[in-house]
């Protein structure tokens, strides 16, 4: 839901873009605004390094995992 300050920004902005005649200046604005999403998206998502152990017990291996297989027996001496 929009507050009303938002909806007064938004209708400002609009009525401010209107004004703009000049298609490279509506293109220069349009450009302005992917960056600006890009800027807000890429800062909102930062990535941490993942510490040391954190997949601790995330995964379980077999208790004959270092056993030989059956299907290689032909090949072993």
Avoid: H, W
Wanted: proline share 5%; charged share 25%; hydrophobic share 35%.
């Amino acid at each position: 839901m929009l507050t009303q300050l938002q909806y007064n920004t938004d209708n400002l902005i609009y009525s401010k873009v209107s004004m703009l005649y000049s298609e490279q200046l509506r293109q220069e604005l349009m450009y302005y605004i992917d960056y600006l999403l890009v800027k807000q998206f890429s800062s909102t998502k930062k990535r941490q390094k993942p510490q040391f152990g954190c997949a601790k017990g995330s995964f379980v291996l077999a208790p004959d995992f270092d056993e030989p297989l059956d299907d290689f027996n032909e090949y072993m001496p």
